[in-house]
C-alpha cells in the first residue's frame, strides 16, 4: 500500500543546531506539504511544493527551509533551530488540484515528527 | 482572507449523546471543506469531505456533516457517541485556485464520558 512516512518520529536537539526532518511517500503525489501543529494553533503550513523543484513558502516559514529533489521526498531543514520550533511537525501530501466539479485536494498524512529544541 | 473557526476547542458529551462540532469559514468563492480526526500520537485521517457535490455528506464512523452556505457552516455530528470518538478534530478548507493548500482551524478535543 502507498504510504507516506516521517523520520524521525522523535528528536531533541540543541538550540543553534541544524535538524532536517525526513517526509518520503510512495503515493507519487505531485503536492506535498509541511504543517506545524501547536496547542491553540490547530495546524500552520510552513513551506509546500507543488512538484521536483517547487518550493513556496507558508504562513510560518520563517527558520525553516525545504527542497524537491524528486518526487518522493521533501525533507524539512531548520537551518538553526530555536526553542519557538518546538513543535509536532506533519508532512502531507495530495494529488490533485482543487477544481470545479468536485476533485477533492484530498491530503495524506505522516505520523508526525515530534521535535523538542532545548 | 479566507478563514476557518472552530466553536469550542474541548467538546465533553456522554456515551450514547449527540456530538456537535461546529466550524465556520469565511469565504469569497465556494469552498472544499474536510474534518479530519486525529487519534493520539497519530496523524490526521480524512472524516469526510465536501467538493460542490450534495450539501449533506457522510463520512466514515457515522459521522456526517452539512454545507450550509447561507450560514458559511460546516458542522459535524454524530448521533451517538461512543467511547471510541475521543480524539482531536480538525476543520479545514479549500478553495480553487488556492492549489492543493489547505486552511485548518485550531481543532476540538471531543471527551467522551462514559
Known amino acids: 500500500d502507498a504510504e507516506i512516512t516521517q523520520s524521525p518520529r522523535h528528536k531533541i536537539t540543541e538550540t543553534g543546531r541544524q535538524v532536517t526532518l525526513a517526509c518520503h511517500q510512495t503515493?507519487?503525489?505531485?503536492?506535498m506539504f509541511w504543517y506545524r501543529q501547536d496547542l491553540g494553533h490547530g495546524l500552520r503550513l510552513i513551506h509546500y511544493?507543488?512538484?521536483?523543484?517547487?518550493?513556496n513558502k507558508g504562513e510560518v516559514s520563517d527558520g525553516y527551509s525545504v527542497s524537491r529533489s524528486n518526487t518522493e521526498d521533501l525533507p524539512l531543514t531548520l537551518e538553526s533551530a530555536a526553542s519557538s520550533q518546538t513543535s509536532v511537525y506533519f508532512c502531507?501530501?495530495?494529488?490533485?488540484?482543487?477544481?470545479?466539479?468536485?476533485?477533492?485536494?484530498?491530503?495524506?498524512f505522516g505520523e508526525g515528527s515530534r521535535l523538542t529544541v532545548l | 482572507a479566507q478563514s476557518v473557526t472552530q466553536l469550542g476547542s474541548h467538546v465533553s458529551v456522554s456515551e450514547g449523546a449527540l456530538v456537535l462540532l461546529r466550524c465556520n469559514y469565511s469565504?469569497?468563492?465556494?469552498?472544499?471543506l474536510f474534518w479530519y480526526v486525529q487519534y493520539p500520537n497519530q496523524g490526521l485521517q480524512l472524516l469526510l469531505k465536501?467538493?460542490?457535490?450534495?450539501?449533506l455528506v457522510k463520512g466514515i464512523n457515522g459521522f456526517e456533516a452539512e454545507f450550509k452556505k447561507s450560514e458559511t457552516s460546516f458542522h459535524l455530528t454524530k448521533p451517538s457517541a461512543h467511547m471510541s470518538d475521543a480524539a482531536e478534530y480538525f476543520c479545514?478548507?479549500?478553495?480553487?485556485?488556492?492549489?492543493?493548500?489547505?486552511?485548518f482551524g485550531q481543532g476540538t478535543t471531543l471527551q467522551v464520558k462514559p
Open positions: 502531507a501530501s495530495s494529488e490533485s488540484l482543487f477544481l470545479p466539479g468536485g476533485v477533492s485536494g484530498e491530503l495524506f
Open positions: 469565504s469569497s468563492v465556494p469552498p472544499y
Open positions: 503515493w507519487n503525489h505531485n503536492n
Open positions: 465536501y467538493t460542490s457535490a450534495a450539501t
Open positions: 511544493s507543488y512538484g521536483v523543484q517547487d518550493t
Open positions: 479545514a478548507v479549500g478553495f480553487s485556485g488556492n492549489t492543493g493548500k489547505l486552511i
